[in-house]
């Protein structure tokens, strides 16, 4: 089915998963355009306490009687199984469902110019950094990052101009639902195993992503991947590409600072255009940067607009997230989860002042921790001490056949000081026992792992 979004104003719209990232954007966009809300998600949240605050009902808890016969439209999540109770009554009252990824695709169409960002790594860096430099103009985008960032006070700004800028992730296919004006491919990699097939099926989807995008169009490519360098020679649509050392546009002359941010001079064809002083640290952040000014230049941006939103940029939440020093100990948090992420912010903490780095690692899922295993092995050799915690299981039933302590075994035996803790009170007892003044200790994955180095602060 198809939803109207800007002509089916009243009715009442019931979101099962809320509390997600993106689903409780998507909430916001509904009530800020007088629908409406009620969701569900199994456990309370800062972003649901928003919600709240904003006239949405919320249920904590997914249960058929939260489904009420006066809702018209019921929207979920990739993560909702087909035996979701709630799921079922909508069925059986006949109310219509749609996945979150046809919705969203269908609130763009009353968009003029949607900017998808995708990539297997950095979108939402990449897509903050984008809102950050169309925030110093008067366009007025609609905004919705995969991460909380302090200049929209959260993940969502609701604008009235004719630009919304998102992220476009690939599990499932979800972006093949979007409608693209300026699409941005960051790089491919295998991730997401559990759908599919190898990486030759991932990089045909995002062939099958850049597609979507108009003749009048832009891609925004990076040429320094390879396998986003095969799918663009054939495409219908203006492409604008990028890179450190080859690409349209280029970073050069690039100094890192003590904090291990970088400055550089972008150039487009060989022209030299402007400098760039980055708040973030990494050479990820600027490639990152260099696909940001790309979809800049391509909504023909004032210059003195991308130097300011860049320069006024410095991370979002969970994103080498600075959380605090104690006792002279730096705590770090970081959103990386896939062995190419940890190696990028490993990379850049080698550079970051520090004694000793310590990393407690919570690998997110079993299916990705089983199918990247021999990668995961091999993503820690920046680490002086490495805690595994058990997996976190998200979406997943363990059927044990993985399990941190093989992980860990295996990362041993490269070499890597590393040791598991089943509980956050033993990571704790030995964190303090062994953690010096002038360390860094490096919270990181996709779960919950933060909430460790939070309590590590706070006592």
Sequence with gaps: MSFDFINDKNKKIHLI??????????????????????????????????????????????????????????????????????????????????????????????????????????????????????????????????????????NIRVGKGEFFINEACEYKGSFLKFNPFIGVILNIDADHLDFYKDINDIQNTFKKFAELIPKNGFLIANLEDERVNSIISDLNCNIITYGITKGTVQAKNIVYNKQACASFEVFKNDVNLFKINLKVPGKYNILNALASISVALSANIDYKFIIEGLENFKGTHRRFEIKGVKNGVTVIDDYAHHPTEIKATLDAAKNYPHNKIFCVFQPHTYSRTLSLFDEFTNAFYNVDNLILTDIYAAREKDTGVINSDMLCDKIKSNGVNCKVFHDYKDILNYLRKNLSSGDVLFTIGAGDIFKLGEIFLEN
């Design 17 to 154: 998963g809320i509390g997600g990232i993106s689903m409780s954007g998507i909430a916001e966009i509904l009530i800020e355009n007088d629908y409406s809300v009620s969701g569900s998600d199994m456990k309370d949240s800062p972003l649901l306490s928003k919600l709240r605050k904003n006239g949405a009902s919320i249920y904590i808890g997914q249960n058929k009687n939260n489904i009420k016969p006066n809702i018209d439209l019921v929207i979920y999540t990739a993560a909702i199984s087909e035996d979701n109770p709630e799921l079922i009554r909508a069925k059986e009252l006949n109310i219509p469902t749609m996945d979150r990824a046809s919705f969203l695709g269908d609130i763009m169409k009353s968009y003029k110019y949607n900017i998808a960002i995708s990539g297997t790594h950095g979108k939402t860096t990449t897509t903050a950094m984008v809102s950050e430099i169309f925030l110093k103009t008067n366009l007025d985008p609609t905004i919705m990052v995969g991460g909380e960032l302090n200049s929209i006070k959260g």
